[in-house]
């Protein structure tokens, strides 16, 4: 059983006219087998809490804490906070050029497991999860998100979600650009690791779509930097009814 | 003294050609007070069906292409003996022919080889150089028609070689010259990689490679001379630099000429700079005398490393240093893949990652 808590987090990000204050005092905790779905209109800073966490370097935190299990994850290098459990599937993957697909996960799984995983067991535990998100096996070869269509991207990152298996993933809008296929594949991807890990997920969305899939226990309404109401699966029906006009404009 | 020299002129880095040029450290090969030694450098690393190998007296095998680069007006004038390769007609060589170094001493020395394709074969060559040569060094590739090369020009030079180099092909009807030049070694390394046409449907691929840490400089002259109609060219050079004085000129220079009608050309530089300190200057030129063209275009970038690649990569718990690895093999990647051998990229691979890590990048 883990927790990730989130008090009072404020990041600024420097602009030509200085810096920028965008998250003003976020209060979460997400304890391991949750889902929170986190609900704000485009430009509310989702993905700016999202990214704080995993420690991009753009961010400045200027106040508040985020810790697992206690442990101080701000202080920490971003690859460290991959090792602690965290996960961040991006709303934009990046593309590296010339790094194969497997390259990528093995370097990654190596990283995060503490030793090469072995060969024989890996490549079927690869091949198996790339089933199981209706990935054709030649993505293997390819360099990792060059030239893959918005849909291939989601499924890399759920993907690697998969092989990584971290305590706490932080899925940043990774319903946005799906059909309805891929996002019931993406989805369901998403609930199976969480039956097998007690993962526990901060779900960052701009609609109600992916809710159908998977089930949020909690749902924090986020506007202008901060979480400004919170309920259970119901205050999404009504986020999906009215829209975000009431938290915009007050 | 030498009485060949007693009219030359040294140059002083204001000729456009040698402007980027560090002159107080070519060791001599540009130095009129200084002769060069004629050294036949390069052999056959083993004997290979359908490859011949030869020297000849300089006069009897005279050089088949015009140049006025003064580092091989200078190794042309010194030079007893040429070596001769030949690649016999219609054959096909299954494996790489690997050439080494050999008779180097460190003095300023010439070299000069001939390779011929003969009509119709293939063949993929493969020099290797290594150890500390003073050497202005000029290889001429002979294309019989229909003939393919692939040659593969590797320097893994010691820390003090300086290697003035001229590498032209003359390529003659329908035959291919695919060139892969990768220079990670020496302290002044500049090649002349150029290309001239004998007839039509004729194409050059030329690719590169070039890695250059503290204080190495690294020059890469490519001339693509379109002089024929209907042939084809394709440059595509990458270079990294880290560390400080880390020095890599890439100049591009195509011409196609009013007869060329037909032609098809595309060069493209991009290099990466791992810290400051470090330059790379990038000049394409393209000059163009006939609009009758399939096409012709250049582009070149000189960017920083891409923080978001490292923090994508960092974000699944891959340490710096490895993410940054990576992301430098993956840049280098489409150029070494074409080496086609496992064993020479990771030899590359290697030295590249363990000088990275000397200069701290
Ligand atoms: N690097 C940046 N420079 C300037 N403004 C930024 C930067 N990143 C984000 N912002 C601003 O911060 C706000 C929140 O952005 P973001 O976190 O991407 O929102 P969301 O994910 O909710 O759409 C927006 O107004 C955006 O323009
Ligand atoms: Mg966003």
New binding site residues.
């Given amino acids: 059983m883990s927790t990730l808590d989130i008090k009072g987090l404020q990041v600024s990000?420097?602009?030509e006219n200085g810096f920028?204050e965008?998250l003003r005092g976020v209060d979460l905790t997400i304890k391991s087998g949750e889902t929170h779905a986190i609900m704000?209109?485009?430009?509310?800073?989702?993905?700016?809490?999202?990214?704080s966490i995993a420690g991009h370097p753009?961010?400045t935190i200027t106040g508040g804490s985020v810790t697992l299990d206690g442990v101080d994850v701000l202080a920490m290098s971003v690859d460290e906070r991959a090792k602690a459990g965290l996960f961040l599937a991006m709303?934009y993957p990046v593309e590296v050029p010339g790094v194969s697909v497997t390259n990528f996960l093995r370097t990654a799984a190596t990283a995060i497991r503490g030793e090469a995983p072995k060969v024989r067991t890996w490549v079927g535990e690869v091949k198996e999860a790339m089933a199981a998100l209706h990935m054709d096996t030649n993505f293997a070869e390819r360099s990792v998100n060059e030239g893959f269509s918005g849909g291939e991207k989601k499924r890399h990152e759920i993907l690697q979600l998969e092989l990584l298996k971290p305590k706490f993933a932080i899925l940043?809008?990774t319903d946005s650009g799906l059909d309805v296929d891929a996002l019931r594949i993406v989805s369901e991807g998403v609930n199976r690791v969480k039956a097998n890990s007690d993962l526990g997920i901060m779900l960052?969305t701009?609609y109600t779509r992916i809710l159908r899939y998977i089930k949020p226990d909690f749902v924090h309404v986020?506007a202008a930097?901060k979480i400004v109401e919170e309920g259970g699966p119901e205050l999404a029906d009504k986020l999906e009814e009215k829209g975000y006009a009431e938290y915009t404009t007050a | 003294m030498s009485t060949l020299t007693s009219n030359y002129l040294a140059p002083t880095g204001r000729e456009e050609a040698w402007r980027f040029t560090p002159l107080a450290r070519v060791g001599g090969l540009l130095d009129a007070s200084t002769d060069l030694a004629s050294v036949n450098s390069i052999k056959l690393s083993k004997s290979y069906a359908d490859v011949k190998l030869s020297h000849k007296s300089a006069a009897d095998l005279p050089a088949i292409s015009a140049s006025d680069d003064l580092a091989t007006i200078r190794a042309r004038e010194f030079l007893k003996e040429v070596t001769h390769i030949e690649i016999a007609a219609n054959s096909s060589i299954s494996e790489p022919v690997v050439l080494e170094r050999t008779n180097l001493t460190g003095a300023a020395q010439a070299s000069r080889t001939l390779i011929s394709c003969g009509v119709n074969s293939h063949s993929t060559i493969i020099l290797q150089n290594t150890g500390d040569a003073i050497l202005a060094d000029e290889i001429e590739f002979d294309l019989a028609p229909g003939s393919n090369l692939t040659f593969i020009s590797l320097q893994e030079w010691g820390a003090k070689a300086v290697h003035l180099g001229r590498q032209h092909a003359v390529i003659s009807k329908d035959a291919t010259f695919n060139s892969i030049v990768v220079t990670v070694g020496g302290s002044l390394v500049r090649l002349l990689p150029t290309v001239e046409y004998s007839g039509p449907g004729s194409s050059a691929d030329l690719q590169g490679l070039y890695f250059a840490t503290d204080g190495q400089h690294l020059e890469h002259r490519l001339h693509v001379d379109h002089n024929v109609p209907n042939a084809k060219s394709r440059v595509n050079y990458k270079g990294a630099l880290a560390g400080d004085k880390a020095h890599t000129v890439w100049i591009g220079d195509v011409y196609i000429r009013a007869n060329a009608e037909g032609t098809d050309t595309y060069e493209l530089n991009r290099n990466l700079l791992l810290s400051d300190g470090a330059r790379a200057d990038s000049v394409p030129n393209l000059e163009i005398e006939t609009g009758e063209i399939v096409g012709a275009g250049h582009a070149s970038t000189t960017g920083r490393f891409d923080d978001e690649q490292l923090f994508y990569l960092s974000s699944r718990g891959i340490p710096a240093e490895v993410a940054r690895r990576l992301v430098i093999r993956g840049f280098f990647a489409e150029i070494i893949g074409k080496i086609k051998s496992e064993d020479i990229e990771n030899r590359l691979m290697e030295r590249i990652d363990s000088e990275l890590a000397k200069v701290g990048a």
């Avoid at chain 1, 704000?40 to 990214?51: E, M, Q, R, V």
């Fill in positions: 990000v420097a602009t920028t965008i704000g209109p485009n430009g509310s800073g989702k993905s700016t809490l999202a990214y753009k961010y709303q940043d809008e960052i701009h986020f930097g």
